[in-house]
């Protein structure tokens, strides 16, 4: 390393970070940053005038507190900055060259003296090569500093900055004061305080020094480990987040792709119906058409004979025509059917209620907006029956109003069709394991809450959800082999499996195990229904007997048998009317309750139903 390169690198380390200046009296902040006196003062005041009490280090950004008077000038002077400063201005010369510190003219330094450890003015120096005493010393002309010279100026003692004392080293330590001195600096300030050469004071803080020094240390490896660990933590959370969000995505796309589908699907079947409706409606068109065709000349004709007025023709045609009129009669008469449906009021709670003002009115309009003719029947308990005669098939609104306002849902669409017909609806599912298809499908219960049926897939070990579509939703209750399940009052499902006899296990809709309810009064319960107030009907196949329980399954509230019949219940099912029962080849008994029916399979014969 050459001269320059010495005297940049203090260039370099001289620089104040506020003002980016060689510093100027550096003073050092506890953080053991310094800056210039000037700088650290101004700092002070703008804090002040920002109403603020404490100061940040511009370096490392410690807090300290603001000195009264707004002035850091008590704060310990760098030494070793005023030491590097003195050399640089060795080289810069102009205002900042140093001084001669030998005579008073304040004449520019022009030679330094190791021994001395004083800068020399020109005329010192001769009169220093002169004198006996100082004629050996080593001296140096500052214009020819090579790397050696420049080195033992940055190393040179420190020189007190007290008035009348700048020519003497601070050779002592004031260990009451805490503070370098020189030796006038011993005689006049530090009179009878304990004073120790530099040296011995600064061995032994130069021991304590290396063991702070060692635990901060320390605490810098226990820092960058928790950065280190933290930013660790934060990339994982990055990658979760964004693992998440891309999830999120590829759910919506797949639950986008499979509406696109299901609206593909539902447009096909809506073109399909609309095909089968128009078709419908032509033929239907084109066979009022043909009627009309027929009146109008039948109309025609017997205005023509009514005009001629002649006796034989009205006799002749009279007789046809009335005919004719009672033949269209019968026909239309034949074709309307009458229909009803009941209408129950119920309070905020869900039960039936009935008040004397209540004002019920039902508007049925058919497909060619036509509005029918309704008889409404009060029954004077909350259940109003609605009758009216559909006078075409197809899609009639109804809509119901009670005092002035729609029920929810209103208007609804009803499809009217010729009476004793049926139309295929849909079918799903098929025989294997995948998702939505079945293996040896046994039990199948209808959730009128969700819209929601689930089916038990036996010999795949499963119950699945499926909206009332046919719809795959979801798989519930893996791995249990079941033979029967049932939807609760709230939407939970109650689940009967051969294996755990005396047990029946209760999930909510979405898959989630709740409890076991205890069937303590059936041995063998193969099949369960739920009846009204949420009791649970069993049929048990070891004493053959049909038990309606409680809704926690503790208490035998009812149980029975077909009589003069000795096979097992296959299956039991429960409706509020009698109005439908399933039946076997072998024999059927059915028992009302106060709340509705229960229904009995008695063999696993032939499926028979009937009204």
């Known amino acids: 390393m050459d001269v320059q390169q010495i005297f940049a690198n203090l260039k370099k380390e001289t620089e104040c970070p506020l003002c980016l200046d060689t510093v100027n009296n550096p003073k050092t902040l506890p953080c053991i940053h310094s800056f210039c006196l000037e700088c650290l003062d101004k700092h002070a005041i703008f804090a002040r005038r920002q109403l603020q009490a404490t100061i940040k280090c511009p370096v490392c950004q410690t807090s300290f507190q603001i000195p009264e008077g707004d ?68 001296n140096v002309v500052i214009d020819k500093l090579n790397v050696q010279d420049v080195q033992e100026l940055i190393h040179r003692p420190a020189m007190c900055s007290q ?93 986008i792709h499979e509406l696109r589908e299901h609206e593909r699907v539902m447009k096909a079947k809506f073109a399909e119906i609309y095909e089968v409706q128009q078709k419908h409606h032509a033929t239907q068109i084109e066979n009022f058409e043909f009627i009309l065709t027929q009146l109008k000349s039948c109309l025609e004709r017997s205005e023509s004979a009514l005009e001629r007025n002649v006796s034989a023709e009205i006799l002749q045609t009279n007789q046809i025509i009335v005919g004719r009129s009672e033949v269209d009669n019968q026909e239309l008469v034949r074709e309307k059917t009458v229909a009803n449906f009941i209408i129950v009021t119920r309070d905020s709670g869900g039960k039936q209620c009935y008040h004397e003002d209540d004002q019920v009115k039902v508007n049925i309009i058919t497909p060619t907006d036509d509005q029918l003719e309704t008889e409404i029947k009060d029954t004077k308990d909350g259940k109003y029956t609605v009758t009216y005669t559909p006078q075409c098939v197809g899609q009639h609104g109804v809509e119901i109003q009670v005092n002035g306002q729609p029920l929810t849902g209103s208007p609804w669409l009803v499809q009217v069709i010729s009476s004793h017909q049926y139309q295929f609806g849909f079918q799903f599912g098929s025989k294997r394991k995948e998702q939505g298809q079945f293996k040896k499908p046994w039990g199948i219960s209808v959730g009128d809450k969700r819209r929601t049926l689930a089916v038990t897939d036996y010999e795949n070990k499963r119950i699945q959800m499926f909206s009332f579509d046919g719809n795959f939703l979801r798989e519930i209750a893996r791995d249990i082999v079941s033979t029967s399940v049932a939807f609760t009052e709230s939407g939970d499902l109650l689940v009967r499996s051969p294996g755990d006899f005396n047990k029946l296990s209760l999930y909510t809709e979405d898959g989630r195990f709740i409890r076991y309810i205890s069937d303590e009064h059936a041995k063998i319960p193969w099949y369960i229904s739920i009846g009204c107030e949420g009791r649970i009907i069993t049929c048990d196949w070891d004493d053959k007997t049909i038990k309606v329980l409680s809704p926690d399954g503790k208490n035998l509230l009812q149980s029975f048998s077909a009589p003069g019949c000795d096979e097992r219940p296959w299956c039991v099912l429960y409706h509020q009317k009698n109005s439908l029962f399933l039946t076997v080849t072998l024999s059927v008994s059915w028992y009302l309750t106060t709340q509705g029916s229960i229904f009995m399979i008695l063999a696993a014969s032939d499926l028979v139903t009937g009204s």
């Open 71 to 138: 002035s850091f000038k008590n704060l310990p002077t760098s030494y070793h900055l005023n030491r590097l400063v003195d050399v640089l201005a060795l080289k810069d010369g102009g205002a900042q060259a140093q001084k001669c510190s030998s005579c008073d003219e304040n004449n520019t330094a022009s030679s330094y003296c190791f021994v001395c450890q004083i800068f020399l003015c020109t005329v010192c120096f001769e009169a220093h090569q002169r004198l006996k005493t100082t004629r050996g010393h080593r």
């Open 163 to 255: 008035q009348y004392h700048e020519n003497q080293p601070l050779e002592f330590y004031c260990e009451e004061c805490k503070v370098l001195i020189c030796q006038k600096c011993c005689i006049v300030s530090h009179n009878r305080h304990t004073i120790t050469d530099t040296q011995n004071a600064s061995r032994v803080q130069k021991m304590q020094m290396k063991d702070a020094v060692e635990k901060v240390k320390t605490e810098t490896v226990i820092y960058e480990n928790k950065i280190r660990k933290q930013t660790e933590l934060m990339d994982k959370t990055k990658n979760e987040i964004l693992s998440a969000e891309k999830k999120m995505t590829d759910a919506v796309e797949e639950r």
